[in-house]
């Protein structure tokens, strides 16, 4: 019976990442998928006749540079579009305008209070600085604190220097910054609601957190770290869809000679004498390899993949503990025409990016409480986008596809699962907000497909249907993700890796864990990495 050199489980992106770095370095590598398709959160499908949905993931711009250069995405078929603008919706009729042209920018904040345009800048120059101090740390593995190897203590010592650079008000302020809440960070710079609200929406989108939360501020800064076109903080659209970049991926594995097998779901991970041997699907087939790549988060992998006694009980305990709470759903929707706002002037870019109905804090706020409370938010946030006003290949023309990224959707409903009718209550209440400002939104749709966390967790086989494979708080970032001692891609089993969005440096389609679990693999195999760029400085 063949051996692979490697099998992956999971063909999302970060799988497919892995993947392709392991195969360029001369492995032979298996992707076992469970569904029909790759892709896992990144994908495009058609649920009704002409239309390509975005189905989870929807918007392009964490994704690496370097990985899209290093893997030729580009060569096949990934196109990046960028924004062109956006806007937050007021109750009072009025609407705030996002610019790319930062002067227009300004005049825009200014028209609601010209401190508030004075403070842009401030504002602009002091997140840039966190970004240029977080993001050298992407495409490197975390060191351990505990460990007296050369390379951690040379990551320490990295660490350190970088920490040491910045004046002592820099260091209070990063410190400071990465535990505190976006709303108290925004106070510090802003007077106005639907500003604050305009860019409070950065540190609660795939948290279970809310604007108050402490930790919040940081989820900001990972969404403020992508770059399109080399456009940093920038955010597109990939052409054909979010599955235009899973699609890339898999056809550059296959380029050098990787093997992907859909439809083969993971019962468990084949383990003799505390070392990977292979995997096991779902109909009792052994699959056989030399090494085992889990992109799978890290509660799936060793929760349900692998048996308890073939790990450490403070292991188990420390992942039983790592929070992965989901928060979030999302409805897409086929319209049989361009829906009409009546505040946006006809032909404004800013229909062309993401537009928001929740013009304070204190909303934002009340819809977190609606989460904590164990039900889907009476009035939530929605991230709401129409990409075929950039990219009319996913809807047939004069038609549109509409994507709306939901916020709060708890994983159980008041202690219980998800029914269907909580789903179409779900929904309602993301039809009932949009038509609000669009009169005449309902006749509009054509079809709809809804996800709540159920949904998406069955699918996709994210736990509770967290969208990061785990919160990007404080106490699970860097060396402590996922847990403190397994940060390096590594498990208490010999040939067992992980390279999913629980590990360093975490969600969102980045494909850094999946290169960088890739990178610890081929050292660990006394294998070059002369494939794989470093981290370039774009800030």
């Known amino acids: ?160 220097k970088k920490f040491a650079g910045l004046s002592a008000e820099e260091m209070a302020l990063t410190l400071r910054f990465w535990t505190m809440s976006i709303s108290d960070f925004l106070d510090e710079y802003f007077e106005t609601d639907v500003i604050k609200a305009n860019f409070a929406l950065s540190g609660i989108i795939g948290t279970a957190l809310g604007p108050m939360s402490p930790g919040t501020a940081y989820v900001l800064l990972h969404h403020y770290m992508g770059e399109v076109d080399g456009s940093v903080g920038a955010w597109g659209y990939a052409r054909g869809g979010m599955g235009a970049v899973t699609r890339a991926l898999a056809a550059s594995f296959k380029a050098s000679g990787g093997t992907i097998r859909t439809g083969s779901e993971v019962d468990h991970v084949l383990i003799r004498n505390g070392k990977a041997k292979g995997v096991v699907l779902a109909g009792g087939e052994e699959i056989h390899g030399k090494l085992v790549i889990s992109n799978a988060d890290v509660k799936r992998t060793f929760l349900k993949l692998v048996e308890e006694k073939e790990l450490p009980d403070m292991f188990l305990r420390r992942v039983r503990n790592f929070k992965i709470r989901g928060s979030s759903g999302k409805v897409n929707i086929a319209l049989d025409s361009l829906p009409e706002f009546p505040a946006l002037p006809k032909d404004s870019p800013v229909y062309r990016a993401d537009m928001h109905f929740t013009d304070s804090i204190e909303r934002m706020e009340r819809a977190y409480d609606d989460w904590k409370a164990g039900r889907w938010s009476a009035d939530p946030f929605l991230d709401m986008m129409i990409p075929t006003t950039l990219d009319p290949t996913m809807a047939p023309p004069g038609k549109h596809f509409m994507s709306c990224f939901v916020q709060y959707a708890p994983p159980k409903i008041n202690g219980r699962d998800w029914t269907d009718a909580d789903r179409d209550g779900f929904a309602e209440s993301v039809i009932s907000q949009i038509s609000q400002y669009s009169p005449g939104f309902r006749d509009r749709i054509v079809h709809m497909e809804v996800r709540t966390p159920r949904e998406i967790e069955a699918e996709v086989g994210l736990t509770e249907g967290n969208i990061f494979q785990g919160e990007l708080t404080f106490d699970q970032l860097l060396f402590n993700r996922p847990v403190p001692g397994y940060a390096q891609y590594r498990s208490p089993v010999g040939g067992l890796y992980m390279c999913g969005s629980s590990t360093h440096p975490g969600g969102g389609v980045m494909g850094a864990p999946g290169r960088n679990a890739a990178a610890e693999i081929l050292r660990d195999l006394a294998k070059p990495t002369l494939h794989m760029s470093p981290a370039h400085d774009v800030i």
């Open 1 to 160: 019976m063949k051996a692979w050199d490697a099998i992956v489980i999971g063909g999302g992106h970060n799988g497919l990442v892995n993947a392709c770095y392991l195969q360029r370095a001369g492995l032979d590598v298996l992707v076992v998928e469970k569904n029909d398709w790759v892709g896992g959160a990144a994908t495009s499908r058609e649920l009704t006749p002409g239309f390509l949905y975005s189905n989870c993931s929807y918007v392009c711009s964490l994704f690496r540079p370097e990985i899209m250069r290093d893997l030729e995405l580009p060569r096949f078929g990934l196109q990046v579009i960028s924004y062109e603008g956006g806007a937050v919706f007021t109750r009072d009729g009025d609407y705030l305008a996002n610019y790319r042209d930062h002067d227009a920018h300004r005049r825009e904040f200014a028209r609601f209070s010209k401190r508030d345009a004075e403070a842009y800048d401030r504002y602009s120059r002091d997140v840039t600085r966190q970004c240029r101090f977080i993001q050298p740390l992407l495409m490197r593995t975390a060191p351990d604190p505990t460990s007296f190897r050369p390379r951690d203590l040379g990551e320490l010592i990295y660490l350190g």
